[in-house]
Nanobody, 128 residues
Framework: QVQLVESGGGLVQPGGSLRLSCAGS??????????IGWFRQARGKEREGVAC????????HYADSAKGRFTISRDNAKNTVYLQIDNLQPEDTAVYYC???????????????????WGQGTQVTVSS
C-alpha cells in the first residue's frame, strides 16, 4: 500500500521558517523515476503547485510564487522529500500536500489535472 505522510507544519510568526517533510512508503520512488511535488491550498482558494523534484536526478521546478523563499530537496535513502520555507508570510497560510507521480517528468507535473499519490496534508499557519 502506497502512503505519503506529511509532517512539520504548525503555527509560526511572520518571518519564521519551517521545514516540511513528506515520507513515502510502499513504492521505491527513485527506481520509478518519480516526480514528487508540494502543493498548497488556502481556505477558499484552489490548490496550487509550489515545487517539485525529480526522484532520480534531483532536478527541481518551482512555481513563480515560490522562487526565492522555498527550497525542495530529497533524501532517497529515506524516501523523503522536504520543503524548506523561509521568511514565512501570512499569505503562506494553507494546507500543504505532497504528491507523487511515478514515471513523470517534473516539467509536466504542475500541468497534470491529477496525481497518482497524495498525502493527507499538513497545516501551516503564519500569524503573529
Amino acid at each position: 500500500q502506497v502512503q505519503l505522510v506529511e509532517s512539520g507544519g504548525g503555527l509560526v510568526q511572520p518571518g519564521g521558517s519551517l521545514r516540511l517533510s513528506c515520507a513515502g512508503s510502499g513504492f521505491d520512488w527513485e527506481m520509478d523515476y518519480s516526480a514528487i511535488g508540494w502543493f498548497r491550498q488556502a481556505r477558499g482558494k484552489e490548490r496550487e503547485g509550489v515545487a517539485c523534484i525529480s526522484s532520480n536526478d534531483g532536478r527541481t521546478h518551482y512555481a513563480d510564487s515560490a522562487k526565492g523563499r522555498f527550497t525542495i530537496s530529497r533524501d532517497n535513502a529515506k524516501n523523503t522529500v522536504y520543503l524548506q520555507i523561509d521568511n514565512l508570510q501570512p499569505e503562506d497560510t494553507a494546507v500543504y500536500y505532497c504528491a507523487a507521480d511515478p514515471f513523470m517528468d517534473i516539467a509536466r507535473m504542475f500541468l497534470m489535472p491529477s496525481h497518482k499519490y497524495w498525502g493527507q496534508g499538513t497545516q501551516v499557519t503564519v500569524s503573529s
